[in-house]
Nanobody, 125 residues
Framework: QVQLEESGGGLVQAGGSLRLSCAASGHMFSSYAMAWFRQAPGKEREFVAAIRWGGGTTTYADSVKGRFTIWRHNAENILYLEMNSLKPEDTAVYYC????WGSGTTVDQGEYDYWGQGTQVTVSS
C-alpha cells in the first residue's frame, strides 16, 4: 500500500507560481506511476499531469501544458508539481494519485490505485 499526502497549496495572484508536493509512504514508491488531478467547485475531477514509475515519460493536460511541470524524487518518495503562470481557472483542489507500474500516460482516474486527501489552490484575478 501507498499513503499519499499533498502540501504546498495556497492563495496566489494570477500570473504567480506555486509548487505542490506529494509525500508518499509505504511500499515501493518507485514502482508507481504518479499523477496530479484537480477538482474545481461544481466540476468533475480532471487529469492534470502524470509521470512514469521510473520517471522519464510525462503527460500533461492541454490546459496546463507549458505552464506546469511534474517530476519525482524517488529516493525521497516525493512527487512535485511546479505551477507557473497561474490563472483563476486553475483554482481547484489538487490531488496526487498512484498507479502500480504505470506508464505515465494514464489520464483515466479510475486506473489509479491510491489517492491523497488533496490540497487547495486558489488563484485570484
Amino acid at each position: 500500500q501507498v499513503q499519499l499526502e499533498e502540501s504546498g497549496g495556497g492563495l496566489v495572484q494570477a500570473g504567480g507560481s506555486l509548487r505542490l508536493s506529494c509525500a508518499a509512504s509505504g511500499h515501493m514508491f518507485s514502482s508507481y506511476a504518479m499523477a496530479w488531478f484537480r477538482q474545481a467547485p461544481g466540476k468533475e475531477r480532471e487529469f492534470v499531469a502524470a509521470i512514469r514509475w521510473g520517471g522519464g515519460t510525462t503527460t500533461y493536460a492541454d490546459s496546463v501544458k507549458g505552464r506546469f511541470t511534474i517530476w519525482r524524487h524517488n529516493a525521497e518518495n516525493i512527487l512535485y508539481l511546479e505551477m507557473n503562470s497561474l490563472k483563476p481557472e486553475d483554482t481547484a483542489v489538487y490531488y496526487c494519485a498512484a498507479e502500480s507500474w504505470g506508464s505515465g500516460t494514464t489520464v483515466d482516474q479510475g486506473e489509479y490505485d491510491y489517492w491523497g486527501q488533496g490540497t487547495q489552490v486558489t488563484v485570484s484575478s
